[in-house]
């Protein structure tokens, strides 16, 4: 299984989601990796970097833009209800959920750091980690 984590820019949220998924499923046999919807970084965000570090977590993979390929055979999980509509504009035939509805079969949109504060970030990881926490794979 491949699961892929997309976000806006894929600098702050869906880099911390894969490298927290990779570390703590390392043993699932599920690949993780992440995407963006508009990528203009080849880097993550400093604050996101330094939760990684932190944490002792696996490397996230560069940033890179969410394409048709990306879609084949995997899930998308997307931090909004905004991000999987555009997904489904772009690719319909994508299975794509928000990271709350795979998690629990809710909807709740993962905040957004960008621009913001440490405690921005250690806020949208805490939320994520709840989600990826619950994961049955």
Known sequence: MKIIFV?????????????????KYST????????????FSNGISGISRKIVERENLEEPSTPEQLTGEDTEGALL?????????????R????????LSEFSE????????????EDK???????????FIDKFRL
């Open 105 to 116: 079969g809710t909807v709740e949109d993962v905040i957004d750091p960008y621009g913001g």
């Open 28 to 39: 699932a046999g599920t690949e993780f990796e992440s995407r963006g919807l508009m990528v």
């Open 77 to 89: 999980l997307v931090m909004t209800e905004s991000h999987k509509m555009a997904v489904k504009d």
């Open 120 to 130: 921005d970030y250690e806020r949208a990881f805490r939320q994520m980690k709840r």
């Open 91 to 98: 690719f319909p035939e994508a299975d794509v959920r928000m």
């Open 7 to 23: 976000c806006t820019g894929n600098t702050c949220r869906s880099p911390l989601a894969e490298s927290y998924a990779k570390t």
